[in-house]
């Protein structure tokens, strides 16, 4: 059986959070990205809001002229970050739910329901040369939606998963499983993220059809412990081992 490499995507937002909350240059987002790229990283995740509330749009300048790592540029579907998706090209764009009045990102974006919205701006982002990705929940109908809508890649929100324990936890990671299972059977490029940490990334890490995971909140505030360099290499050698010990019960 073929193994399959797991990526791991750091989202630099909350250094944004920290640098804006005092309104200077200092802790900046960007020098983030490169520590990132040096301690393992595969990719830079950062989220342009409407409101500004962490990355800027001066971020999102640098950030593509600066670092060597693939930019995801996670986004709301308006006109003004498409716009902004087309003048930069980064990587890849994930289009995500967006509400002004939220802490964080709450839920997966419903493609089925907003799929005549959506088209639109996954088609633009393609031609753009954008690899889109879609952040939805691990639920069938959204993802043959997702194909239906033309999007190469989803993202499946673990954050109910994070967020529950015991037998609740094991129900939402067969969720998980099976829509990464899914993923594999039409077509889709599966990757996950949203609440993950030391303590609970290992069995999503496991999943093998699991291409990327993207973590941010977590590792940003472990870093101010333990610094951001080895906050990522232990992420990175927890998921590393678990994915092996998930492919070598598979191969046995």
Do not use: W
């Amino acid at each position: 059986m073929m193994k399959r490499v797991l990526r791991l995507g750091v989202n630099i937002d909350h250094v944004a959070t920290i640098r804006n909350a005092r309104g200077g240059p200092d802790p900046d987002p960007v020098r983030a990205a490169k520590l990132a790229a040096k301690a393992g990283a595969d990719g830079i995740t950062a989220h342009l809001r409407e409101d500004r509330r962490h990355i800027t749009d001066s971020d999102i300048t640098r950030l593509v002229s600066e670092i060597d790592l693939p930019l995801n540029f996670e986004m709301a579907a308006t006109v003004e970050m498409l716009d902004i998706a087309q003048r930069h090209r980064p990587h890849a764009a994930c289009l995500v739910p967006e509400k002004r009045e939220e802490r964080t990102t709450e839920g997966g974006l419903d493609v089925v329901g907003g799929f005549d919205r959506l088209k639109p701006f996954v088609d633009a982002l393609g031609e753009a040369g954008c690899r889109v990705s879609l952040f939805i929940e691990p639920a069938l109908a959204q993802l043959d939606a997702a194909v239906a809508i033309g999007a190469p890649v989803v993202e499946l929100h673990t954050g109910r998963y994070a967020n529950l324990e015991g037998a609740a936890r094991e129900a939402e990671l067969g969720r998980l499983r099976d829509a990464a299972a899914h993923c594999d059977a039409v077509g889709l490029e599966c990757h996950a993220g949203h609440g993950l940490t030391f303590d609970n990334v290992a069995p999503v890490a496991a999943i093998p059809l699991v291409m990327e995971l993207n973590i941010g909140h977590f590792l940003i505030g472990e870093a101010i412990f333990g610094g951001l360099d080895s906050t990522i290499k232990r992420m990175r050698a927890l998921m590393d081992k678990s994915r092996a010990a998930a492919q070598g019960e598979q191969s046995a």
